[in-house]
């Protein structure tokens, strides 16, 4: 099941719907991921209008996991200019 799940996921192209976001939206990349690279992220955050794109340096794909305390900064920094505060 999970070799299956893999294949889909990588077949998946999502990418000419992003545009459809219309939400505000943070794309956050770790500097070294080798699976969703800063290129990746960032070309995410480029087809989401007004996206906002962000880097957390050193850090791996696991970023929420092994660099929390920056994540959070930038979720909270991020919320905290969305709702004006």
């Known amino acids: 099941v999970w070799a299956y799940t893999w294949r889909t996921m990588a077949q998946l192209d999502a990418h ?3 545009g ?3 939400v505000p939206t943070l794309c956050i990349a770790g500097e070294v991921d080798a ?5 990746i ?3 995410m955050a ?3 209008p007004g996206a906002r794109f962000a880097v957390v340096p050193g850090a791996p794909h696991m970023l929420f996991i092994e660099q929390p305390a920056e994540v959070a900064h930038l979720i909270r920094a991020f919320l905290d200019e969305v709702m004006g505060v």
């Open 16 to 18: 000419p719907r992003l």
């Open 20 to 22: 459809e976001i219309r």
């Open 35 to 39: 699976s969703s690279s800063p290129e």
């Open 41 to 43: 992220v960032k070309r």
């Open 46 to 48: 480029d087809a989401i």
